[in-house]
């Protein structure tokens, strides 16, 4: 069966850092863009990055840029979102997900056809 495993949530404190990490288990994710999502709680669910088999990266909030960022291990078949100078407005759960090998990255959460479970970042002094 195919899965995506997020891990490395958490509680911070505001201006804090995190990682969050996207594993595949019997699912290559080299070759394909891999997007990281956030729903936070009342609010739908949002595109934060995505990172395409080249490397190449697209963040789709402008209020993560410079603070995010997307990168991948495919040694470790792992995508990381390394977040930085956190805020309680990133509070949210974050999504790995996705798409087929030969599509690009895209900040619409129906074009990924695979998901994780999620993991909690709760941004709180």
């Known amino acids: 069966q195919v899965q995506l495993v997020e891990s490395g949530g958490g509680l911070v404190q505001p201006g804090g850092s995190l990682r969050v990490s996207c594993a595949g288990s019997?699912?290559?994710?080299?070759?394909?863009?891999i997007g990281w999502f956030r729903q936070a709680p009342g609010k739908e669910r949002e595109g934060v990055a995505c990172?395409?088999?080249?490397?190449?990266?697209?963040y789709f909030l402008d209020s993560v840029k410079g603070r995010f960022t997307i990168s991948r291990d495919n040694a470790k078949n792992t995508v990381y979102l390394q977040m930085s100078n956190l805020k309680p407005d990133d509070t949210a759960v974050y999504y790995c997900?996705?798409?087929?090998?030969?599509?690009?990255?895209?900040?619409?959460?129906?074009?990924?056809?695979?998901w994780g479970q999620g993991t909690q970042v709760t941004v709180s002094s």
């Open positions: 997900a996705a798409r087929f090998q030969d599509r690009d990255c895209s900040s619409g959460q129906s074009e990924y056809p695979y």
């Open positions: 990172i395409r088999s080249s490397g190449e990266t697209t």
């Open positions: 019997r699912f290559s994710l080299d070759a394909r863009p």
